[in-house]
């Protein structure tokens, strides 16, 4: 199994332009997350999907901010404009089941973004 | 409001002598803990998972225990080696619910 798959590994954009990260996530798993990771802030969770279906978003940090899971095997996170401030790396994981607790998470190589 | 405290940011030890590091919580009950560990430029890779009812689970060189009085989990690498040397994270989740909470992270060096 190839694993979680992100695109692109790194990306530089300018303030104001609009970023689309993409993920893929391990065939099977009916849970995606979306997370952001900075020095200042640490592993933060922006959005998860259950089947799909976006649950809970209460760390998406504004409306410039969205995500979507179109399919089980695709999902992006588009940032509408881009600010410096959103620089990080943003991870996306899996994991197998949509209910049920404890199941460990399976992390992507993450996306490294600078917004100058 | 919920805070998840690891003990300190860096820890250094010498090869072959354990390391323990400590994962404390606040203003939240958690169904189960897990704890992560993420290399430098690579995503977080899970190590162990450990639930409420549990007080310790051991998985080779590692043990992880979880004290919910004390509000509290210690995770230990017995025999360390400078292989070990990473960040680790733990993560706190409540049942039935799949968002987890993590911590900081704590790095660990460990010195030949």
């Known amino acids: 199994d190839a694993g979680v798959i992100q695109s692109p590994r790194h990306e530089v954009t300018e303030m104001g332009q609009e970023v689309t990260l993409r993920c893929k996530p391990i065939s099977g798993h009916n849970s995606l997350f979306w997370y952001r990771q900075t020095m200042m802030r640490g592993l933060e969770l922006l959005i998860y999907?259950?089947?799909?279906?976006?649950?809970?978003d209460s760390g998406m940090p504004e409306d410039r901010f969205s995500a979507k899971m179109p399919n089980a095997s695709f999902s992006t996170l588009k940032i509408q404009p881009s600010e410096p401030r959103d620089s990080a790396v943003y991870f996306c994981a899996s994991n197998p089941r949509a209910s049920g607790d404890g199941y460990e998470q399976y992390f992507g190589p993450g996306t490294r973004l600078t917004v100058t | 409001s919920q805070k998840i405290e690891q003990n300190s940011e860096a820890l250094n030890i010498q090869e072959g002598k354990t390391a323990t590091l400590t994962c404390n919580y606040t203003?939240?009950?958690?169904?189960?803990l897990q704890w992560y560990r993420q290399d430098p430029g690579r995503g977080p890779v899970f190590l162990l998972l450990i639930r409420e009812n549990e007080k310790e689970k051991r998985k080779e060189r590692l043990k992880v225990t979880f004290d919910t009085t004390l509000k509290q989990s210690l995770f230990h690498i017995t025999a360390s080696q400078p292989a070990d040397s990473a960040t680790y994270l733990c993560?706190?989740?409540?049942?039935?619910?799949?968002?987890?909470?993590f911590g900081a992270g704590t790095r660990l060096t460990v010195k030949p």
């Open positions: 999907f259950n089947n799909n279906v976006p649950i809970d």
């Open positions: 203003n939240y009950s958690p169904a189960y």
């Open positions: 993560a706190l989740g409540r049942g039935n619910n799949n968002d987890m909470r």
